[in-house]
């Protein structure tokens, strides 16, 4: 399942989560967004109990995009006990995602 981040919700499911989270920061009129959702939940579903998915749409969340330093989108954010500890951006592979998550797991 993937759930949806705000600026109220963005430290208590994600800076206070129990799990890793991969937030995917994003806008409605990004091309490149809208391509990176069937990977997303690809890795959603395949680490489904042992991570959390987030999405955090930056236009209307622009005080957690502004903190985070995020310059361009789509950029995804693997955040562990707090704190990111990996960020792609631009288009990924589900395979850069799906290795991205599994390093934060070892």
Known sequence: MIKTVTNDTFEAD????DK????????????PCR?????IAEVAKEFEGKIDVA????????EIAQQLDVMSIPTMMLFKNGQPVNRLVGLSTKERLTGAV???LA
């Open 20 to 31: 890793p989270v991969l937030v995917d920061m994003w806008a409605a009129w990004c091309a």
């Open 14 to 17: 994600v800076l206070k989560s």
């Open 55 to 62: 999405k955090l749409n930056v236009d209307e969340n622009p």
């Open 35 to 39: 391509a990176m959702e069937p990977a």
């Open 102 to 104: 599994s390093a934060a």
